[in-house]
């Protein structure tokens, strides 16, 4: 699969980042393609083209205050949980998408 | 600027004394102020306590990352303290939300959003780092500040090729929607 998606947390100096790295090597590992946009203090980098958006087969919106953008997404699969989610259980996470939409 | 350029042995501490968060979180903070981070330790702790009131900074692995913004900060930059005796930290990864910590990375931000946007960049790459499991796990076996640099900055030096980054248990997630927005 291709797997896109945002992290952002509350103060935006550690878990958005923490957790876009759990995410991206729970997704790499299990043999997807993965792009992680975080959105911080200093604002969005690694940001989603649309490119990326059409390409992918889900969004993984991770996140403990509003993220932005969301509107690039109309159509998507989206998953929309609380940052400590993925912190707690990346591969989980990774795994019941997988399950949910049926797709390795 | 590098990664390693921010990592500042005069800030590191592999023998973090106190037997609480808050004296470990004190101690911790002296040296930032000796090492001229900040301008005011009571001031710069209480500033972090505004942040762990939102929510919990343990992140499992024995590892903390407080990380308040504070107007008493005089230079970004990022404490590692060891602690001599674990502990007991806000946590969201246990049952009962605490964790024993033993590893304290204590982020040092000014709370001006324009201030050395270059080392905040920096400071980021570096919590990415920590989101990798076998790097977290290195981190205890260190034995001095050079060689915890070093399993910081060297991707290689934690991650052998074709390794999986981590077999750890995980809680696992029963409920989860997929929706289309």
Redesign the interface.
């Known amino acids: 699969m291709k797997i896109i998606g945002i992290t952002a947390c ?2 935006g ?10 995410i ?2 729970a997704a790499t ?1 299990a043999g997807h393609e993965c792009k992680i946009e ?1 959105q ?3 604002g969005a ?1 690694n940001e989603l083209t649309p490119e990326d958006i059409k390409a992918a087969d ?1 969004v993984i919106l991770a996140h ?1 205050i509003a993220v932005g953008g ?1 509107e690039r ?9 609380p940052i ?2 993925a ?7 990774i795994a ?2 997988e399950k ?2 049926g797709k390795k | 600027m590098e990664l390693k350029e921010i990592l500042d042995e005069k800030i590191i501490d592999l023998e973090l004394e106190g037997t609480t968060k808050d004296e470990a979180l004190r101690n911790l903070s002296k040296r930032l102020l000796q090492a001229g981070y900040i301008s005011d330790v009571d001031q710069f702790v209480k500033d972090i306590y505004v ?1 762990e009131a ?2 919990p ?1 343990g ?2 692995h024995k590892i903390s ?1 407080p ?3 504070s107007s008493a900060v005089r230079k970004i930059g990022i404490a590692i303290g060891r602690c001599v005796q674990d502990v007991k930290w806000e946590s ?2 246990s049952e009962d939300g605490y964790q024993d910590t033993n590893i304290i990375f204590l ?1 040092c ?1 000014s709370d001006d ?1 324009n201030f050395a ?1 270059n080392h ?2 920096l ?3 570096l ?6 499991d076998n790097r977290v796990r290195k981190l205890q076996e260190v034995t001095s500040k050079s060689e915890l640099i070093d399993v910081i900055i060297n991707d290689s030096a934690c991650v052998a090729e074709g390794e ?3 077999d750890q248990e ?4 029963e409920e ?6």
Do not use: W
């Not at chain 1, 997404?73 to 949980?81: A, L, N, S």
């Not at chain 1, 912190?87 to 996470?93: D, G």
């Not at chain 2, 995980?170 to 997630?173: L, Q, S, V």
């Open positions: 509350t103060a100096i550690a878990h958005t980042y923490i957790v876009a790295e759990k991206q090597q590992e975080t911080g203090t200093i980098q889900v403990d969301v997404f109309k159509g998507k699969p989206v998953v929309d949980i400590s989610v912190m707690k259980s990346p591969k989980s996470l019941t998408i949910k939409l | 942040r939102e929510g900074t992140m499992g990352i990380h308040g913004k969201c990864m982020f931000v959003n946007e905040m960049k400071l980021a790459d919590a990415g780092k920590l989101g990798n999986k980054t981590s995980e809680e696992t997630i989860l929607d997929i929706d289309l927005i």
